[in-house]
Every structure is written in C-alpha cells, then in structure tokens.
C-alpha cells in the first residue's frame, strides 16, 4: 500500500460507516416506533456519531492493531498450526472464529463488571437509560478495541480463512444493534443458546448483578453459571450507580 491509497482507504472507512448506520436505522428504527410505538426512544445525534466511528474507523483502526500484533506474534507458533488451520472446511474455520471470538468477549465483558479498572471504561457504556439501537456502540474507546482487538486476534494468528473473520465482525456488529434495540422479543429456551434483546436488557439493569455477560453466544453463561433468563413482564430501564459488581 502506498501514500496514494490512503485517501481511497479513508474515503470507503467513511462511507462504510455511513452505510451500517443507515442499514441499522432502516431495519431498527422503524421496528422500535412500530412495535413500542411512544416507549421507543428517539435517536440521539452522539450515539449516531459513536455508531458511525466505530463502525468506519474504529474497526479500521481495530482491524491494523490486529494485523500488526498477529504479525509480529506467529513468528512464537509453528509453521505446521496455520498449515493445518487452512486445510480444514470453511465452516470449521468460520465456526472456530465465532467461538473463540465470543469466549474472548465474555471473559473482558465479565472482568469489566469486577474490576475496577476496567469499569471505569465499561461504565461508559451503562450510562444506557434508554435501551434503543442508536446507542449499541456508546462505549469508551479503551472499551471498544479491548474488545475488538481480543475477540479477533486469535483467529488471524491461527490463520483462519479473513473471510470467516469478517463474517463474524459484521454478524456481531449487526446483532450487537438488535440487542440493544427497543424491542420486547425473547427467543424462548433457544435464549439459553442464543442471546436476545430481552436478555441483554436484563443485564442493564438494576435488577440483574453479575449475569448475562456474553455477546451472542448465552450458552457461555449457562455454562459459567451466570445465565439470568428474562422475565415475563419488561424489566426496569438500567441506572449507573459508577461502581464495578463485586460479585462472588
């Protein structure tokens, strides 16, 4: 890549952004004023903007942290492990990709929630009042590539298909949106499996300590035992109280 592919890179950074906000307020928006009607929240211009920076260049900017690190990295793991990784079927590769990238999530998310340092970062994301797809990547910036960076840089150091890698990156971010959308949908038993948008409104909210940390995969928190299922009736909006849970 030369000086004159910069611009080009910038300009398709920008436009993608664009683009997943638009996508996301197309799908989203309409079913949150559809279905919720005057309990839907109305967008905000400064989660709008979060969503479009993250999505354009914090991924960008996620993606060549990645590249460098795993760069300088598998030089420490043998030859024979990537060889190996690029023989086996896409699907493996794909579904290897989403585990390890969820398991990554699960474990920092949690780890955000007991220790201090890093709930100073995730807080941010719990100032939520609202639940609403606007604000899905209202997040820190420590927060975000923490998260990003850990969840996909085991997949690019095993050499695992990129294509695999992007599929699970637009999957999450899409499916990060619904999640935090408001819509009343729950997926049954399957929400044991699966997370859904009722779940993850549990786990904003002040009824609900120390559960429900994964990102799609909820069966990491059936088996960690820190699984809460939602209940029938709509839970209370989330508050900030500025502290990590300590929880056992």
């Known amino acids: 890549m030369n000086s004159q592919d910069l611009p080009k890179l910038a300009l398709g950074a920008f ?13 989203f928006w309409p079913l949150e004023e559809l279905l919720e009607g005057e309990k839907a929240a109305r967008p905000k211009f400064k989660d709008i903007a979060y969503l479009w920076f993250y999505q354009s260049y914090g991924l960008w900017i996620g993606a060549g942290i990645i590249y460098e690190l795993a760069f300088l990295l598998r030089g420490f793991l043998p030859h024979t492990w990537s060889v190996f990784v690029k023989q086996q ?3 493996l590769q794909a579904a290897v990709a989403l585990l390890m990238a969820e398991v990554w999530v699960y474990s920092v998310h949690r780890l955000a929630h007991r220790w201090a340092f890093l709930w100073r970062f995730h ?20 927060d975000f590539f923490l998260t990003i960076v850990g969840a996909n840089l085991p997949a690019m150091l095993l050499g695992i298909d990129l294509r695999s890698i992007a599929l699970f990156i637009l ?22 499996i699966v997370a859904s948008p009722n779940l993850h409104r549990l786990h904003h909210s ?18 960690a035992n820190t699984y809460q299922s939602p209940p029938s009736t ?3 909006e989330p508050t900030l109280d500025g502290k990590p849970e300590v929880v056992s």
């Open 171 to 192: 999957l999450e971010r899409l499916y990060t949106v619904m999640l935090h959308s408001n819509l009343n949908l729950d997926w049954g038993w399957f929400s044991k």
């Open 15 to 27: 436009v993608s952004g664009l683009v997943f906000v638009a996508i996301s307020a197309l799908i």
């Open 206 to 223: 002040p009824t609900c300590r120390g559960k429900n940390y994964a990102g799609i995969l909820s069966l990491l928190d059936v088996l």
């Open 89 to 91: 079927p896409f699907w």
């Open 234 to 236: 709509r839970v209370p």
């Open 123 to 142: 807080k941010v994301h719990h100032t939520l009042v609202e639940m609403t797809w606007s604000a899905s990547s209202r997040q820190h910036p420590v």
